[in-house]
């Protein structure tokens, strides 16, 4: 099986701290997703990586950046949280780059609170 | 750019009954592919189903099918003999072909709640 992990369920935060929230997959697959999602918004595309140190920009990239240094990891950087942030965050994987149909195979999601 | 709409933010459904989850989609591409992804309580999203926009017969696993009408961009969810395990939010999502790597456009999400 699958299995995207994501390093916190919960995590509460500061105005102006900078975040870092980990997503990891252990099934070799080379694109990765982040989402963040929201009521009434659904889940809205922030970054994606189609493979390591490869990175772009997805509909909503603005106060965010991304990290891909290995293939398994990818990472979200909120350089200086805001209380707009304050959402669940979803990472997600597919197996093939290019490959539009691949099913994606999401994390449990982190639930984050910039206060 | 692509939308997704779903117009039901809530629906219910009692078990073993059918129910209809409504998904609308605008798009300029013509080669493109539809999911249902599923998202149960505290629990990860998993795909339900996926329709590729030049296969005009529609998908179908197990309980779940779904109405693709290419030409009114209409793909709705059918989930029949409903269980109280497919209690879940319900995301309609669009993927354009191409080079587009996958990335998904989703729907607001309808949450639907099976009553025993």
């Known amino acids: 099986d699958v299995k995207v992990t994501q390093s916190s369920r919960y995590l509460v935060k500061r105005t102006g701290e900078k975040v870092f929230l980990e997503c990891v997959q252990d099934?070799?697959?080379?694109?990765m997703f982040w989402y963040r999602q929201d009521p009434g918004l659904g889940l809205r595309l922030i970054y994606f990586s189609y493979d390591v140190k490869m990175k772009e920009k997805g509909d909503i990239p603005e106060g965010y950046s991304v990290s891909r240094e290995k293939k398994e990891r990818f990472s979200l950087i909120l350089e200086s949280a805001s209380t707009n942030q304050t959402s669940m965050y979803l990472c997600a994987s597919s197996f093939l780059r290019g490959a539009t149909q691949d099913t994606q195979y999401f994390g449990p999601g982190t639930r984050l609170t910039v206060l | 750019a692509q939308t997704v709409t779903q117009s039901q933010p809530e629906m219910s459904v009692q078990e073993a009954e059918t129910v209809t989850l409504s998904c609308t989609y605008d798009t300029s591409e013509s080669n493109y592919y539809l999911f249902w992804y599923k998202q149960p309580p505290s629990r990860q999203m998993i795909l339900v189903i996926r329709?590729?926009?030049?296969?005009?017969q529609n998908a179908t696993e197990n309980r779940f099918s779904v109405n693709f009408q290419k030409a009114a961009k209409s793909f709705s969810l059918k989930i029949s003999d409903s269980q109280l395990g497919d209690t879940a939010m319900y995301f309609c999502a669009f993927a354009a072909g191409g080079t587009s790597y996958g990335k998904l456009t989703f729907g607001q999400g309808t949450i639907l709640t099976v009553h025993p």
């Open positions: 099934m070799d697959h080379e694109n």
């Open positions: 329709q590729e926009a030049y296969k005009q």
